[in-house]
């Protein structure tokens, strides 16, 4: 890792509730966490937009479009975190989790492979999008708001993640996820 985190005896305020967080749900600091410490200003605003965006697509519809981000930009820290929030929100279980990882994405619904695709197609080539992809989401069920919500929660993930990956955060064992199911995610 090419920064230094602070420690949990230096936080305070937002970082410090960051790394309060990560130890009471899971017994130690995450990496990622600690990075994103380093400006709890960024941090707390990137929640705010996840938590703006949310009650409009629900929880379902938010993970398959940060898992397919995520798997576009082939994030694993986002790939497991993520994963593991899925799991936990009955989005996916660990079959449907391991499929998504073979670029099945059975396990969603069809309005939710379909939010996949987008949020592929968004961390893919942007630039390339058309009206059709957004006319897909439509065709799906879902509102103006929500398509905007959606293409805000791929936005956001690939902003996440391009940043841990590119300063190098280590990758942390992610508790609740079989073995099998995280390596799956992680395969390259």
Sequence with gaps: MIVTPPSA???TGHAA???DSDT???GFVFAHTQVMAINPEAHEAFERLIKAVVPSIGIGVYEAA???AARAIR???CLLAHGRRAMRAGVLDDAGL???ARHDDSGFSESEQAVVRFAEQLSIDA???TDADSQALRDVGFTDRQIVDITLAAAARNFFSRALLALDV???VVPGLDRTTADALTAR
């Design 170 to 172: 280590p990758l942390d």
């Design 9 to 11: 005896e230096e936080v």
């Design 24 to 26: 009471q749900d899971d």
């Design 127 to 129: 630039a390339a999008m």
């Design 98 to 100: 391991r499929a998504f």
């Design 17 to 19: 509730a960051m790394y």
């Design 66 to 68: 940060t898992l397919g």
């Design 75 to 77: 994030s694993p820290h």
